[in-house]
């Protein structure tokens, strides 16, 4: 497989998070080191890859959702390599008027979506860390496309899984939230732990080992779904409410998956 092209701003030899999901998705975006972490975490669980594929089908449903609800603006924080099935593309082909922000703080990523973006008027991507929200929302491209005096939603799938201090998780909701007006979305998924203790205590323990998961304290596990469940607070939750990926608004002939080995959570408020 050929390699990408490596940027001054990176060391191919250091696996990166957004590259070991694109490996997961079946992608081309990543080096040697990406696909060895990948597959050593295949090898712990090898559901993984269907759970890459199910959260990519989530983030479509959820998308087309809020396009039905009237949203035309769309800040996807921690947003990843583009990869198929993006944001942008779901929103824009069921609403052409839609505007898509991306937000990430790699590098890499920033780079590769502006490339990819770099022809669309409505689709932007900037480069800030999602621990500051404040500095996100205050962005000029942001501001440039986003109208944060209207309903916006606000996209954060597994993006808290890099994020090892709970109270950081906690400000970022709460900022987010209260920065965003009456009649906005938050979309949040993540995985839990509730029931793959032993398999998901050695991912956290094998992406710690590797230092994709930063930050100041690390975890010996990923959260649970009673530690998820405060994020919605203030929000109105769509139904079917905080479910297993597969569950939430299935499309006909879904879920294709058994949904209880889809260890992720997924939820969409509405601020009241």
Partial sequence: MP???????????????????????????NFAADRRVAEEAIAVAPELPMMAIESRKFIGRAV????????RQFIDIGCGLPTQNNAHEVAQAAAEDARVLYVDIDPVVVTHARAILAERER?????????????????????????????????????????????????IVDRLREAIVSGSWMVISHPISDDRTG????????????????G??????V??????????????????????????????????VDPESVWMLAGVGRKP
């Fill in 3 to 29: 390699e990408p092209r490596a940027s001054a701003e990176f060391h191919p030899q250091t696996p990166n998070e957004a590259r070991v999901l694109d490996y997961l998705l079946g992608g081309k975006d």
């Fill in 64 to 71: 087309r959702f809020l396009i039905d609800q009237g949203i």
């Fill in 123 to 171: 689709t932007d991507v900037i480069q800030a860390d999602m621990r500051e929200p404040d500095v996100i929302l205050a962005h000029p491209d942001l501001r440039r496309l986003i109208d944060l005096d209207q309903p916006v939603a606000i996209l954060l799938i597994s993006a808290f899984s890099a994020i090892p201090e709970d109270e950081v998780v906690t400000d």
């Fill in 199 to 214: 398999v998901t205590e050695k991912l956290a323990s094998l992406f710690q080992d590797q230092e994709i998961v930063t």
């Fill in 216 to 221: 100041s304290r690390r975890r010996d596990d």
């Fill in 223 to 256: 959260r649970t779904r009673a530690e998820i469940e405060p994020y919605f607070d203030g929000l109105e939750l769509a139904d079917p409410g905080l479910v297993r990926q597969p569950l939430w608004r299935p499309d006909p002939g879904e879920p294709s």
